[in-house]
């Protein structure tokens, strides 16, 4: 069982920013995806980026392209999120995810996603 462990989360202001991580026990498949979402109160989990293992492609949902960056490091099997001019309805439940073979699900689905982890708190303040 791949295991996913986040650390990062905090409390900012609003125009701040910060950097998640997210460490993988292993990669199980060549085709592998690590990505990150989020869940404010209320609200379902949303897709906010993921990158292809493969060759460093990475996808965006529009409300945080040219301000958050996912980057990874092959050696440590770890995937960033780093975020940027970071506002108050960034406030969330951040969660990393990966996903180790194509289901027919697409990237932007969390049904695409077989392991997770524990989730890590960001709170924005005004």
């Known amino acids: 069982q791949v295991q996913l462990v986040e650390s990062g989360g905090g409390l900012v202001q609003a125009g701040g920013s910060l950097r998640l991580s997210c460490a993988a026990s292993e990669r199980t498949s060549t085709t592998w995806y690590m990505g990150w979402f989020r869940q404010a109160p209320g609200k379902e989990r949303e897709f906010v980026a993921t990158?292809?293992?493969?060759?460093?492609?990475?996808y965006y949902a529009d409300f945080v392209k040219g301000r958050f960056t996912i980057s990874r490091d092959n050696t440590k099997n770890t995937v960033y999120l780093q975020m940027n001019s970071l506002k108050p309805e960034d406030t969330a439940v951040y969660y990393c995810?990966?996903?180790?073979?194509?289901?027919?699900?697409?990237?932007?689905?969390?049904?695409?996603?077989?392991?997770w982890g524990q989730g890590t708190q960001v709170t924005v303040s005004s």
């Open positions: 995810a990966a996903r180790p073979t194509w289901n027919g699900v697409s990237i932007y689905s969390p049904a695409a996603y077989n392991y």
């Open positions: 990158l292809r293992w493969a060759d460093g492609r990475t």
